[in-house]
């Protein structure tokens, strides 16, 4: 499942995280983890970050989303310092469908300079699995593109 979506920025899952063999071979230098409960692969030695967001359900309650925005500034910083520096990162949830997605769409809109729609468009496109049930993360990702927009 895992795709990299743009160079060195990576969207996978549970298992992509746990497969030491694409890690090593892909040079990632970060995991970040958009789960609360799924452990961080302990064979791993490169930076691991968590992004502590409860798994996601249809119709996510807006206390969800608030705790998604509420970190969306700070790690699209990261992920932009990390890919300045040619250092790939890898952004998992337990199946790389709604959580890490979201993540990467915010950087999509944050860095792209796209809407919050054409960052999903764009995403969809490298990789269909992501969003299939819809975009339990609209609301968070919406109030983020209105936020950088007003900041330009």
């Known amino acids: 499942m895992v795709c990299e979506i743009m160079p060195g920025i990576w969207l996978g899952n549970e298992g992509d995280m746990n497969n030491i063999r694409f890690l090593t071979s892909k040079n990632i230098s970060c995991i970040i983890n958009v789960t609360k409960d799924i452990q961080h692969n302990k064979d791993y030695s490169g930076e691991k970050i968590r992004i502590p967001v409860d798994y996601p359900i249809r119709n996510s309650s807006t206390k969800i989303n608030t705790v998604m925005y509420d970190y969306l ?22 199946d790389g469908e709604q959580s890490s997605a979201t993540v990467i769409c915010a950087y999509l809109v944050r860095y792209g300079k796209v809407t919050a729609d054409l960052s999903i468009k764009y995403l969809v496109s490298k990789a269909s699995n992501s969003f299939k049930e819809g975009v339990y993360f609209y609301w968070a990702l919406k109030k983020f593109e209105n936020f950088h927009k007003r900041n330009k």
């Open 73 to 94: 500034n700070d790690v699209t910083e990261f992920i932009k310092k990390k890919n300045n520096c040619f250092n790939p990162v890898l952004v998992i949830c337990a």
